[in-house]
Each structure stands twice: as structure tokens, then as C-alpha cells.
């Protein structure tokens, strides 16, 4: 993700800023718990701050340390909070395959559960910055999407080109 004090990430190639784009576009996420995110600042300054210790940790996992539900997601968004299969299913029906490529294949909320490990900071490390919902509404007001939903073309049919507007 971008940093905490720009707010932006110009890829969006992080599965997290796929999913959000997918969720705008159609105005849909699930119900379940939110994935994990890793502010790039806090990322490398955790990491330096880390391996300048006297006794560095082995492993870290600098990333929010307060799990929050997609239900703030789809407030932020403006979306409906809907079952899974309904959003993967209206995404299958909007969205291109070449967009979606492997992110609905699996069940989401697992490979969310799997990738939500605990917060593993260096000692002493301030997480002052753990308000979820601030720092996602600064993240979402900040970053600029494209309504990837598929196109309706003249004959009725959908092609695979995403519309040419931002949100």
C-alpha cells in the first residue's frame, strides 16, 4: 500500500487495491474479515528500525495491528455488504476474466483468514497509526480508480475493455 502520509499507490498491483477496485466497480464486497495491509512507510521503517536493534527479531509482520470487517469497507465505498458467492458471482458477470484472473478462484474469506497473521513489530515500536478506519478513508479518498466493469458494446454482448473514467 502507499504510505501513511500520501495516502496513494500509483500500481494498485497489490491483490488489496484489486479487490477495492473490483468492489467500487460493482458496487459489491462480502461480509467477512478485512485483509491485512502493510503501509509501505511503516514497512521499511519497521524493518530498519528492527535490524538496528541490539537483538533483532527473526520475523515481522508489520501490518495493521487491529483486524477490521469489510462492513467498514463497504461503508468507506459506498457498496452493499453482500454473501460471498453473490460478490463473486456478480463479479464474474462484470468484471473480465483477464481483471479477475486467480483472486475469485479460491474462497476469499479463506485466503483472507490464511493471510491475516498477527501484527509482529520490533519492540517498543509505536503503532499509533492503528485506526483502521482513518487510515483507509484517507487511502480510499486519496487513490484514484478505474471502473473496470465490463463494457456493453452495440450488439448487446460485453467486451473485456474497461471503461475510460476514474471514480
Not at 498477527?118 to 479518498?141: C, H, I, K, M, S
Not at 478505474?146 to 450488439?155: A, E, G, L, M, V
Request: hydrophobic share 35%; glycine share 4%.
Amino acid at each position: 500500500m502507499g504510505s501513511t502520509s500520501l495516502g496513494v499507490d500509483p500500481g494498485l498491483h497489490y491483490s488489496w487495491w484489486r479487490l477495492i477496485e473490483i468492489s467500487k466497480s460493482i458496487q459489491q464486497i462480502w461480509d467477512g474479515e478485512g485483509l491485512s495491509y502493510n503501509p509501505v512507510d511503516i514497512l521499511t521503517d519497521a524493518l530498519v528500525v528492527n535490524a538496528l536493534t541490539k537483538v533483532p527479531k527473526s520475523y515481522l509482520q508489520p501490518c495493521n495491528p487491529v483486524p477490521y470487517n469489510n462492513s467498514l469497507l463497504a461503508e468507506l465505498l459506498g457498496c452493499q455488504i453482500v454473501p460471498l458467492e453473490i460478490f463473486k458471482k456478480t463479479a464474474q458477470a462484470e468484471i473480465s476474466s483477464m481483471r479477475l484472473a486467480k483472486l475469485l478462484e479460491d474462497d476469499c474469506s479463506e485466503m483472507v483468514h490464511r493471510a491475516n497473521c498477527p501484527a509482529v513489530f520490533p519492540e517498543g515500536y509505536p503503532t499509533a497509526w492503528r485506526d483502521n478506519r482513518a487510515l483507509l478513508d484517507f487511502y480510499l479518498q486519496n487513490q484514484s480508480f478505474r471502473d473496470i466493469k465490463k463494457k456493453r458494446q452495440h450488439d448487446g454482448k460485453f467486451s473485456d475493455a474497461a471503461r475510460d473514467h476514474t471514480f
